[in-house]
Each structure stands twice: as structure tokens, then as C-alpha cells.
């Protein structure tokens, strides 16, 4: 087995309107342009390296991808809590970013929207303070695991629009969130 790379460092991203989608990941994500040769390309970054995401304008002959296809489904974003998540998820929202879906994962939890360009973004936020603890809590739940390895759908509308504590819909709450 080869020895485990570091991580990720970017993600680039084709845009039907390069302009928009900046403008969008700026007021969304706080995101600066470090790089840019406008309306082509933009390297962004939140701040911690050059970049961390780059955006391409699509040659006019490109066709809009299909939702249901093989290839990328989404990219994450750690923000490091709910709360940050719920910000993040407001902002979008002022955007009329479309929402997807709400998961708590039982290591996390992820509220999916779609950029301009519809790729999806789960802003994703850890349940334990550890990789161990996070091993060992799906090492707890492989039973579990086996016939829902996705999770639970969280019900955020309520959470945001009555500032309540989350519940999954089935009323339970989800797994414990801690901060790293």
C-alpha cells in the first residue's frame, strides 16, 4: 500500500459565467481572488493558501452537466461547526442558492446547497474532536452502517427559521456536535 498522501489541496471548477460564480464563493465563503485573468479564470482561496479553489470559464460549447451522471457529486467544505454552517447556509440562501438537503452523518453533519453553476457543496462540519473518536463511532455503529451508510435527514428549516436545537425528523436528536 502506498504511504497516505496529505491531503486535497484545490478544486477547480468549469462556469458558465465566471463573474457570477466569484462573486457568489466570495459572499458565500468569505473566499478572496488571489489570481485572476477576468472573465476566464479566478484562483480563490480562504485565506490559508494561494488557493483552494480555482474557476475556469467553460468554453461557450459546453452543454450543462446532467445531475444523475458519474463523476463528481459533491465537494465539502469544513466549517467547523453548525452554527458556522447555518451562517454559511444564510448566505446562500440571500442568494437563491438552491438547497438540497440536510444529513447527519453520525461523524458529522452536512448541509448541501448548489452553486450558480449547480455543484453541489456540502458544508460539513465534524462530530468528534478526533479521527480515533470518529473511527471508533462508526466502529460502534456497523450494524448500522450497513443498511444506512449515509445517515439521517436533519430537519433545518425549523432549526433556522425558530432558532431551535436541531432535531432529525423523527424527533431524535442527532449525534452529539463538538468542536475541533
Known amino acids: 500500500m502506498a504511504e497516505a498522501t ?3 489541496t484545490h478544486v477547480a471548477l468549469y462556469c458558465r459565467d465566471v463573474n457570477k460564480t466569484i462573486d457568489w464563493y466570495s459572499k458565500v465563503f468569505g473566499m478572496k481572488v488571489h489570481a485572476s485573468a477576468p472573465g476566464r479564470f479566478a484562483a480563490m482561496s480562504f485565506g490559508y493558501r494561494h488557493h483552494d479553489l480555482a474557476l475556469v470559464q467553460a468554453p461557450a460549447e459546453f ?3 446532467q445531475r444523475q451522471q458519474v463523476g463528481l457529486y459533491h465537494f465539502a ?3 467547523g ?3 458556522e454552517s447555518m451562517r454559511i447556509f444564510e448566505r446562500a440562501k440571500a442568494l437563491d442558492s438552491e438547497f438540497v438537503k440536510a444529513i447527519d452523518h ?3 453533519n452536512g448541509v448541501y446547497v448548489r452553486d450558480p453553476d449547480g455543484n453541489m457543496i456540502e458544508l460539513w462540519n465534524e462530530a468528534h474532536d478526533t479521527m480515533a473518536e470518529a473511527v471508533a463511532s462508526l466502529g460502534s455503529r456497523k450494524e448500522e452502517f450497513k443498511t444506512n451508510p449515509i445517515g ?3 430537519d433545518i428549516d425549523a432549526t433556522v427559521a425558530e432558532n431551535k436545537p436541531v432535531r432529525k425528523k423523527d424527533g ?3 449525534s452529539p456536535i463538538t468542536h475541533r
Open 81 to 83: 461547526s453548525f452554527e
Open 106 to 108: 453520525r461523524i458529522g
Open 152 to 154: 439521517f435527514p436533519l
Open 77 to 79: 467544505v469544513d466549517t
Open 172 to 174: 431524535a436528536p442527532p
Open 63 to 65: 452543454k450543462d452537466p
Open 6 to 8: 496529505k491531503f486535497f
